[in-house]
């Protein structure tokens, strides 16, 4: 990853921050964006103090306008983009003992909007804006956190309906996109994950985002043999999944 350029969305905390750190250790030059400003230079600082080349740009990925600003800004700045990892994201958490999202017939719309707009809807603007610069140089990775969920899991409708859309989207702009070589995959955490904002009771009870290793260094170098694909970090290696 030594000098190439990634965007991490989401990039100020939980798994974002844990891809951007991985990422920067392996001389990847990053540009976060995300909402929580505050958190966002904090973990600027963390990765800088490190010695990584990164910046950070404040960013509603639910916000074309603000899309495009950001990654202008990135190849403004750094003269390409040779990753993008799409991390931004409302999830419901509850197995960390979060009170659960209200039933479908009690959500309200813009609730309901909320949810996939951020996580289907900033997915599709982020690689609306960074497939131009990779078709120039007929090269890059663009990375899709996908979540899975069960069907009893009531109040995670507008979560799970929008992680599977962006499987959905996954393996169409994949094929999109196969002539310019640029790889598309979804990435699965596997399992639920307490990041430094889950409760204490359940960052004892469950994995941190450490239990993702360096999957995401290795979800940015991806071959061309794994695009479309949803993959899991297993024993050191991506292994495609579905």
């Known amino acids: 990853m030594k000098d190439r350029v990634v965007i991490v969305t989401g990039g100020a905390k939980g798994i974002g921050r844990h891809a951007a750190q991985t990422l920067a250790r392996d001389g990847a030059k990053l540009a976060l964006a995300d909402t929580d400003v505050e958190r966002l230079h904090k973990t600027l600082g963390e990765i800088q103090s490190a010695g990584a080349d990164a910046i950070a740009i404040p960013t509603d990925v639910r916000d074309e306008k603000d899309v495009r600003r950001m990654v202008h800004e990135v190849v403004n700045r750094f003269g390409r983009i040779d990753a993008l990892i799409n991390d931004a994201g409302i999830v419901p958490h509850f197995n960390w003992g979060i009170p659960r999202w209200p039933r479908a017939r009690f959500m309200s719309k813009d609730f309901w909007d909320s949810v996939i707009q951020t996580n289907l809807g900033g997915t599709f603007l982020c690689t609306k804006?960074?497939?131009?610069?990779?078709?120039?140089?007929?090269?890059?990775?663009?990375?899709?956190?996908?979540?899975?969920?069960?069907?009893?899991?009531?109040?995670?409708?507008?979560?799970?309906?929008?992680?599977?859309?962006?499987?959905?989207?996954?393996?169409?702009?994949?094929?999109?996109?196969?002539?310019?070589?640029?790889?598309?995959?979804?990435?699965?955490?596997?399992?639920?994950?307490?990041?430094?904002?889950?409760?204490?009771?359940?960052?004892?009870?469950?994995?941190?985002?450490?239990?993702?290793?360096?999957?995401?260094?290795?979800?940015?170098?991806?071959?061309?043999?794994?695009t479309g694909k949803t993959v899991e970090y297993q024993n050191g290696k991506l292994v495609a999944v579905i």
């Open 129 to 226: 804006y960074v497939v131009p610069f990779m078709e120039t140089r007929r090269s890059g990775n663009i990375i899709n956190l996908w979540g899975g969920g069960r069907a009893e899991n009531h109040g995670a409708a507008a979560y799970v309906v929008s992680k599977d859309a962006i499987r959905t989207f996954t393996r169409f702009v994949a094929e999109e996109e196969r002539e310019w070589n640029v790889c598309v995959i979804a990435f699965s955490p596997k399992q639920a994950i307490a990041t430094e904002d889950a409760p204490e009771e359940a960052r004892k009870r469950l994995p941190g985002p450490d239990v993702l290793g360096n999957g995401f260094v290795l979800a940015a170098q991806a071959d061309m043999e794994l």
